[in-house]
């Protein structure tokens, strides 16, 4: 097989030449489109290893070293700072410590002045790596800090609060150093009382109104705790066995992805190398899919985004699961080889023939970036495991700079829409006007819709029915920045009551049921500074009201603050329980996952963390849920015969009747965020419900209705299109230990 046949001429460009010249040469081999794909990886991450790639520190420190090297500038003031702010990105905090300590005694007053900030974010970096990395516990970096959080090492935070303090007392209205200052008290255990009474935020370890029972992070414990940088995360079942697994990968070209597979009794084993995904490097984001309708989920692994000046020309991957533990790279022959910034895509059966196409949001980040524009596409599925680029008849051309894309049939007419989030400030909503046996075709309806009235740039987005009143609703993160501040501002201007522009938030739009939606954030409670980054929904309480967590951060090592959790109340608010949970950790978060891991109907959230750079990289996190009270849930596994194999796209209604009162929670099956990956297995609470009325299935591209009636709570179930049966899927409870071997407790109605 040789290359030329399988790699369009279009995208071997200037940029991608630089790159694969080894590539190129290893053609004569003819080796298989996996090998390919993993040559192409190597090849483009050397590129990558390059001065102008703002992300990549490494030749940077190189070239500051050779300017050091020279004779009568080993001392140069201006390149000790750039190194020792170099230093920091590439994780090696005492070395820029050390620099910076040096040049105190070197530069005058106002030299000092402009490098305390920097200074003192160094010594905060150190404390962490000293005692959340190097000794990492299930508290560290929770905040508030406390318990086994507090740092044992205090050399570094001790540091910074002097650094912090010398800021403040000739700048007292710097607010970023103020929420440092505090954090770095409460990393010591002395919050709020030794924080100078001028310099306190009151009211940090406040809890908050609405409380919740506290998870716990046991991803140390399972061996889950990838230490990387930004990226994905999918939780599901990947080798049809029953029991979920976890996959997660890190956004570099050097980053590897991590398999690990349940081994069906509360632990996991690590079989990245023994699946083939050994060299699959790299993604932002990852997502399951079923793409050729076999039963077996295969992976889509997005790569690119936020990379500029052309290093964001990576291609995305589609891995196909074979059935017998192996993934094999089949991105060449798909027809799915592209290089453009993504992030962002979703999959659905855009043209209900019974195969799931995908639409691809790509980052077109006009003069920031130099590698060309990049338009959002469609690929529509062929049945035979390749795909027809359709972009431009479906009139779903979009140039835009892409963040998070999410499909749904948002005006019930049976055909599944598109919704567009971007960092330009545009809200697309495209409406499918497909029709039986024509061409997929969309219209811009945006504006129709009433969301062009929000022009603020956003970022991770999802339809999901937030108020179960049976018409999807659209979330979508505010993203805008325009202070150029790092967020450790807003959290310190929020926690003070200090007015700040509207900045940060998250934004829900309500479904009217007439193909237009009403702005309701301040209504339900949203109003808050979150920036968020990777973010998924789930119920954890089971009270059928699905709830949000959102990792945040932006790669602003000073934008230290919690990640948040948000509880639904009743569809009609959302409370802030970040605070009671203990899942505010204060690095930076991506991709979430909502999943019953442990099989007792208790959704745990599972968070991929870590920032941009080398030296932002952290572990992630698994918070288990200890269950909140005894409400009952279902759990459905949907098969789709004349639907897509795994029901992407069907909805489910669950009817029964709660003390008295007969009501509804409905679901679309989906993996939920537009960042973060969970189940296509539904987990869904129906509260004190002792029975269920009525389940209704309306699958995907069939429009076939099926209806199951007085069935029990609290079982897993699988469900076959047609079928009229619903089968019982007998799954063991799991139990996950502590490294001490003491079991986490077992949720409340883990026994039901």
Request: with cysteine.
């Amino acid at each position: 097989m040789k290359l030329k046949k399988h790699i369009p001429k279009v995208i071997i460009s200037a940029v991608i030449l630089l790159s694969i010249t080894g590539f190129i040469a290893y053609r004569n081999a003819e080796p298989s489109p996996h090998a390919q794909m993993i040559e192409l990886l190597r090849a483009l991450a050397k590129r990558n290893n390059n001065m102008a790639n703002p992300f990549n520190a490494k030749p940077k420190l190189a070239y500051i070293d050779s300017l050091l090297n020279q004779p009568n500038n080993t001392q140069n003031v201006f390149s000790l700072k750039a190194k020792a702010a170099l230093l920091l990105k590439e994780g090696q905090e005492q070395k820029a410590v050390d620099i910076y300590e040096k040049l105190m005694n070197r530069m005058d007053f106002n030299d000092v002045n402009d490098m305390l900030p920097d200074m003192g974010i160094a010594y905060m970096r150190l404390g962490e790596r000293t005692n959340c990395m190097l000794n990492h516990t299930g508290s560290s970096c929770i905040f508030p800090i406390k318990d086994e959080g507090v740092h044992r090492i205090k050399a570094g935070s001790s540091k910074a609060i002097q650094v912090y303090e010398t800021i403040l007392k000739s700048e007292p209205d710097d607010l970023t150093s103020r929420w440092l200052l505090n954090v770095a008290f409460m990393t010591l255990g002395t919050y709020p009382k030794a924080v100078p009474k001028e310099f306190l935020i009151p009211g940090l370890d406040a809890d908050t109104g609405y409380k919740v029972k506290p998870f716990t992070d046991m991803a140390a414990d399972l061996g889950l705790d990838v230490f990387g940088r930004a990226g994905g995360v999918i939780i599901d079942d990947f080798n049809n066995d029953g029991y979920l697994d976890i996959i997660t990968s890190g956004w570099d070209l050097t980053d590897p992805l991590h398999y690990f597979q349940s081994n069906k009794d509360g632990t996991f084993t690590d079989v990245t190398e023994q699946s083939g995904l050994k060299g699959i490097t790299g993604g932002l984001n990852i997502q399951q899919v079923d793409y050729n309708n076999d039963g077996n989920l295969d992976i889509f692994v997005l790569r690119g985004a936020w990379n500029t000046e052309g290093f964001g020309n990576q291609p995305s991957s589609l891995l196909r699961n074979n059935g017998d533990g192996t993934f094999t790279d089949v991105t060449i022959p798909s027809g799915l080889l592209f290089f453009h910034p993504t992030q962002a895509a979703t999959w659905a059966d855009f043209n209900n023939d019974g195969y799931l196409d995908v639409f691809i949001g790509t980052e077109n980040a006009g003069g920031m970036d130099a590698g060309g524009t990049h338009t959002c596409m469609l690929y529509v599925n062929n049945g035979d495991g390749t795909f027809t680029n359709v972009t431009d008849s479906a009139h779903c051309n979009l140039t835009a700079f892409a963040k998070g894309v999410t499909s749904a049939d948002y005006n019930n007419d049976g055909w599944p829409d598109i919704f567009i989030s971007t960092m330009d400030g545009n809200k697309y909503l495209l409406k499918n006007k497909c029709k039986p046996g024509k061409a997929i075709d969309f219209d811009d309806v945006s504006v129709q819709a009433g969301l062009d009235k929000n022009t603020e740039p956003t970022f991770t987005t999802w339809f999901f029915d937030y108020n179960n009143d049976g018409w999807p609703d659209i979330i979508v993160g505010d993203y805008n920045n325009r202070m150029n501040k790092p967020l450790a501002y807003f959290a310190a201007a929020e926690g003070l009551g200090k007015p700040i522009p509207k900045m940060g938030n998250t934004f829900l739009f309500r479904n009217n049921h007439d193909g237009t939606f009403t702005e309701v954030t301040n209504e339900v409670g949203l109003n808050k500074v979150v920036y968020s980054m990777g973010a998924n929904f789930g119920d954890i309480d089971n009270d059928g009201y699905p709830d949000m967590y959102f990792g945040t951060g932006n790669p602003d090592f000073k934008s230290l603050v919690p990640n948040k959790l948000f509880k639904n109340i009743d569809g009609k608010r959302f409370a802030d329980v970040t605070t009671s949970s203990r899942t505010g950790n204060l690095q930076k978060g991506h991709g979430v996952a909502f999943a019953d891991i442990r099989n007792t109907g208790i959704q745990d959230i599972f968070i991929e963390m870590g920032g941009a750079f080398k030296g932002d990289s952290y572990n992630s996190s698994l918070y288990v849920n200890p269950g909140q009270n005894n409400n009952n849930w279902i759990s459905l596994k949907l098969e789709g015969v004349k639907a897509n194999r795994c029901a992407i796209g069907s909805h489910i209604k669950v009817t029964f009747t709660e003390k008295g009162v007969k009501r509804s929670v409905y679901k679309d099956v989906n993996s939920g965020g537009s960042f973060g990956s969970s189940p296509l297995r539904q987990e869904i609470g129906i509260g004190q419900a002792k029975w269920i009325d009525d389940i209704e299935i309306k699958w995907a591209g069939s429009q076939t209705v099926q209806h199951f009636k007085n069935l029990a709570p609290n079982q897993f179930l699988h469900i076959t299109e047609g079928d009229d049966k619903a089968m019982a899927m007998h799954l063991k409870q799991l139990t996950f230990k502590h490294k001490a071997g003491i079991p986490m407790c077992m949720p409340m109605n883990a026994n039901k």
